[in-house]
Nanobody
């Protein structure tokens, strides 16, 4: 099992920045693929960004956050970060960290076609992001 714990959410003004963290523990060797999803009330859970930590530097960003967000991974601490800049009033949601084990081919499929929540086995409890205008 892999346990994921998110932190770093909060309330910021539009145009501000936040850095979300996701600390992984347990059998982290089974989590070479990390992603952030978000879900606003009444909406479907949306894939935000993805990183394949198994190599090849594969990342994916949803069009809604491209250019404003950066995903990164600290191998020593088994922590994934989501740096969000220029936050907009449409960004508020519960942000979830997700993990799974993928092959490089599967990771390339994510980069090409986008994120599917059904591909991920492990989920955190979420951290809330609020943006005020």
């Amino acid at each position: 099992q892999v346990q994921l714990v998110e932190s770093g959410g909060g309330s910021v003004q539009a145009g501000g920045s936040l850095r979300l963290s996701c600390a992984a523990s347990g059998y982290t060797s089974r989590s070479n693929s990390m992603a952030w999803f978000r879900q606003a009330p009444g909406e479907e859970r949306e894939g935000v960004c993805f990183m394949y930590t198994g190599g090849a530097g594969l990342t994916y960003y949803a069009d809604s956050v491209k250019g404003r967000c950066t995903i990164s991974h600290d191998n020593a601490n088994n922590t994934v970060y989501l740096q969000m800049n220029s936050l907009k009033t449409e960004d508020p949601a519960m942000y979830y960290c997700a993990a799974t084990e993928m092959t490089a081919i599967q990771a390339l499929s994510v980069v090409t076609w986008g994120l599917d929540r059904n591909d991920f086995d492990y989920w955190g409890q979420g951290t809330q992001v609020t943006v005020s205008s």
